[in-house]
């Protein structure tokens, strides 16, 4: 069973500690995936906390995860950067994977961007492509709801028949579109337990089920997020695209070198929507 007042004595000391340390709340929190840290270079730094330093938050496991947060301005925007996740495969639970979420919607974000890196399996797709999430699938087997419910956090059964901001996802469209970046397009994520990769039945699976990326993270941060009654924009740089009949071996290394290849367009569209982003 979920020890609910030990999970909610957990957040709020950590909201406490970071409510104490920076100068006003952010309006948006951005959570950065596998091998796209580099954002924060183009912020204003306020504060830089690394993980370990904040009560109760996880610990990143994952080499390619800074594992900082980072909290200053980014075009115009309050901003809290978390640079690093933590992911189920490395022994969380969903709740705790979203912690941080959870967090940052108390301290005051209104808004978030969460990014990720992921597989390609709509075939039209091709490696660097950027995917504005319209609609995800989770197949994690877990939910950071589960459990009882805070009441003042959010209703115990949250509507998602929208679960990505219309208005973010029609803004990143049209930012894409009047920067010319043709490689940005939208689609359906999925999310699997891994950490072992798709096999090609799966992948046919993955396809079958409507599916066009596939990766190992964001739903739990996206519930959260939306339970809290933040605007969520979800935005997954496509590292490889696999034809299940035509089955290459995927390297993580390879996935990290090829969101990293495609990190400076995504900062770029990150930072003209922050730009364009109203309350």
Same mark, same amino acid.
């Given at each position: 069973?979920?020890?609910?007042?030990?999970?909610?004595?957990?957040?709020?000391?950590?909201? +406490?500690?970071?409510?104490?340390?920076? *100068?006003?709340?952010?309006?948006?929190?951005?959570? !950065?995936?596998?091998?796209?840290?580099?954002?924060?270079?183009?912020?204003? $730094?306020?504060?830089? !906390?690394?993980?370990?330093?904040?009560?109760?938050?996880?610990?990143?496991? $994952?080499?390619?995860?800074?594992?900082?947060?980072? %909290?200053?301005? @980014?075009?115009?925007?309050?901003?809290?950067?978390?640079?690093?996740?933590?992911?189920?495969?490395?022994?969380? *639970?969903?709740?705790? $994977? /979203?912690?941080?979420?959870?967090?940052?919607?108390?301290?005051?974000?209104?808004?978030?961007?969460?990014?990720?890196?992921?597989?390609? @399996?709509?075939?039209?797709?091709?490696?660097?492509? %950027?995917?504005?999430?319209?609609?995800? @699938?989770?197949? !994690?087997?877990?939910?950071? #709801?589960?459990?009882?419910?805070?009441?003042?956090?959010?209703?115990?059964?949250?509507?998602?028949?929208?679960?990505? +901001?219309?208005?973010?996802?029609?803004?990143?469209?049209?930012?894409?579109?009047?920067?010319?970046? +043709?490689?940005?397009?939208?689609?359906?994520?999925?999310? %699997?337990?891994?950490?072992? @990769?798709?096999?090609? /039945?799966?992948?046919?699976?993955?396809? #079958?089920?409507?599916?066009?990326?596939?990766?190992?993270?964001? =739903?739990?941060?996206?519930? =959260?997020?939306?339970?809290?009654?933040?605007?969520?924009?979800?935005?997954?740089?496509?590292?490889?695209?696999?034809?299940?009949?035509?089955?290459?071996?995927?390297?993580?290394?390879?996935?990290?070198?090829?969101?990293?290849?495609?990190?400076?367009?995504?900062?770029? !569209?990150?930072?003209? %929507?922050? /730009?364009? #982003?109203?309350?």
């Amino acid at each position: 069973m979920i020890d609910i007042d030990r999970h909610r004595h957990e957040v709020e000391t950590a909201v +406490a500690f970071l409510r104490e340390r920076i *100068s006003a709340p952010p309006e948006v929190l951005i959570q !950065l995936g596998t091998g796209l840290g580099e954002l924060v270079r183009a912020m204003e $730094v306020e504060c830089t !906390l690394a993980y370990e330093a904040i009560p109760h938050f996880p610990r990143s496991t $994952v080499t390619s995860h800074a594992g900082n947060l980072v %909290i200053g301005r @980014l075009a115009g925007k309050r901003a809290a950067i978390l640079q690093g996740r933590f992911h189920c495969y490395e022994g969380y *639970s969903a709740r705790e $994977v /979203a912690f941080p979420i959870r967090v940052l919607a108390l301290l005051g974000a209104k808004t978030a961007i969460i990014t990720n890196a992921s597989g390609g @399996l709509n075939p039209a797709f091709q490696p660097g492509t %950027i995917m504005v999430l319209n609609d995800h @699938l989770n197949l !994690l087997g877990d939910n950071p #709801l589960r459990g009882p419910n805070v009441d003042a956090w959010g209703v115990r059964f949250p509507d998602l028949s929208t679960p990505y +901001a219309p208005e973010l996802r029609d803004l990143a469209l049209s930012l894409a579109e009047r920067l010319h970046r +043709a490689e940005v397009t939208s689609g359906t994520y999925v999310c %699997i337990p891994g950490p072992s @990769l798709e096999t090609p /039945a799966e992948t046919r699976f993955l396809r #079958l089920i409507g599916a066009d990326a596939v990766g190992m993270s964001s =739903v739990p941060e996206i519930l =959260v997020a939306l339970h809290a009654g933040l605007r969520v924009l979800g935005l997954s740089v496509v590292a490889n695209v696999n034809d299940p009949d035509h089955f290459q071996p995927i390297l993580l290394d390879d996935i990290i070198a090829a969101a990293r290849r495609a990190e400076p367009r995504l900062q770029q !569209l990150i930072i003209h %929507i922050l /730009a364009e #982003l109203t309350p």
